[in-house]
């Protein structure tokens, strides 16, 4: 059978997770989530701009939910170590640009970046209480 419909063919040079493109850095499970408690100066306004980024899906912060791995600051430049709930997650761009535009709102990060971590794995234990309380709120429960 035949269609007339213009359907959408596979890309030949294609390979399994081309559109994945990420950094491993070595983080210990003791490091993570990093949260910014004691940072200042230019340090704690990013960390304090992070705080606003949510997850497109729930309204919880980033931080909150532990996806933070960590926070340079240096030369105008914002590094952000970050993780996903999972490699696969469909908000992924939305999320990584607005971290690099919260970052970059604060007055001295002249550019930003995010870096993907994926060790350790996220789990539910790195959330924090207040990202457990959010959840909770949002009614989602995860208490055994």
């Known amino acids: 059978m035949s269609s007339d419909y ?3 063919r596979a890309d030949a ?5 081309s559109y ?3 950094e491993t850095k070595d983080h210990a499970a003791d490091d993570v989530p990093a949260t910014g408690e004691g940072a200042d100066g230019i340090e704690r306004d990013v960390w304090a701009a992070l705080y606003q980024v949510e997850d497109p899906e729930m309204p919880v912060s980033i931080v909150d939910l532990g996806l933070i791995y960590g926070l340079d600051v240096s030369d105008g430049q914002a590094t952000v170590d970050m993780t996903l709930t999972y490699s696969g997650c469909p908000a992924r761009e939305i999320i990584l640009d607005e971290v690099e535009e919260a970052a970059e709102s604060v007055d001295g990060i002249e550019t930003a970046s995010v870096r993907l971590v ?8 790195l959330v924090t209480e207040q990202g457990k309380e959010a959840l909770r709120d949002f009614g989602m429960s995860f208490d055994g």
């Open 20 to 22: 994945t493109d990420y």
């Open 118 to 125: 994926w060790a350790p794995d996220w789990s539910i234990d």
């Open 13 to 17: 040079d294609a390979t399994a997770c």
């Open 6 to 8: 213009d359907r959408p």
